[in-house]
């Protein structure tokens, strides 16, 4: 078997004297590669790669918070015997014609949405799991992973699922319990995060490792703060408002900068 590089097959393919010599060898390259159409086919190839990496990109900033919407529309407060309200809007009642009448959207939004992206974006990955790195995976995939280290093509699902547990999922823990199971997923995230590594970019990981350690840290004031003596909790509440509103904060500007870098 003949291999050539890259650079030989292009200067092969595109030289004057190759593509006289094609119209006679039946050997060469631009014979039977003509050069304008692969260089349609490539330019149409890197046009729809770029517009799919966009779409996705777009999806996966808006998943978390349009996934919360669907989860929230579940949400609802049970009053007395008879009686259960929606937590987010104690105007409608669970069960009601009302209610009904939107419930097909909610599960739509759940289904085709909220669980339907991660799942989708984790089979292709298993899909193609023995070849990820081949020329042609690349050029179909490699939107979803490259900018990760090999081995951690997996981490824009692990993203968007994070978000989704931390965004939704929660409400159906039950309130009492419910921070003390935040920090334990954040908890586990940062474990991942440093376990994997996966940003190629130095900086980039030490943004996203700020951004993890700061969500860490507001549900642990949180657990903290809602533990505080009732006397005292009155006077610390301002200060503690005014913590985790910073952390807040923080968060979004260390998630927005890890974004544009």
């Known amino acids: 078997m003949f291999v050539i590089d890259r650079r030989t097959f292009v200067k092969q393919l595109t030289d004057e004297k190759t593509v006289a010599a094609g119209k006679t060898d039946k050997n060469s390259l631009s014979q039977w590669i003509p050069i304008h ?23 996966c900033l808006v998943h978390a918070p349009v996934s919360a919407r669907g989860f929230y529309y579940f949400d609802c407060h049970k009053l007395g015997e008879l009686k259960s309200l929606l ?29 339907n992206l991660p799942i989708v974006l984790a089979g292709l990955l298993i899909h193609h799991r023995h070849n990820l790195h081949s020329p042609l995976t690349r050029a179909k995939l490699g939107w979803l992973y490259y900018r990760f280290v090999k081995g951690a093509e997996y981490w824009e699902v692990h993203e968007v699922v994070r978000k989704m547990l931390l965004t939704g999922l929660l409400i159906y823990v039950p309130y009492n319990i419910r921070v003390p199971v935040a920090l334990i997923v954040c908890m586990f995230c940062c474990c991942t995060l440093n376990y994997a590594r996966p940003h190629k970019s130095t900086l ?13 840290l507001k549900y642990l004031i949180t657990i903290i703060g809602s533990n505080t003596e009732a ?14 509103i910073g952390l807040d904060v923080a968060v979004i500007v260390f998630g927005l900068t890890a974004f544009i870098l």
């Not at 330019?43 to 990109?57: D, H, P, R, W």
């Not at 006397?231 to 985790?244: A, G, I, K, V």
């Open 37 to 59: 159409r692969v260089s349609t086919y490539v330019q149409k190839q890197s046009l729809f790669t770029s517009c799919l990496s966009v779409l996705v990109q777009l999806l």
């Open 231 to 244: 006397h005292t909790r009155e006077e610390d509440s301002r200060n503690l408002s005014y913590l985790l």
């Open 87 to 115: 937590r987010r809007d104690y105007s409608l009642q669970c069960g009601s014609d009302e209610y009904n009448a939107y419930l097909p959207v909610a599960w739509m939004l759940l289904l085709g949405f909220a669980f």
């Open 204 to 216: 980039v990981f030490w943004i996203a490792e700020a951004s993890f350690v700061l969500t860490t």
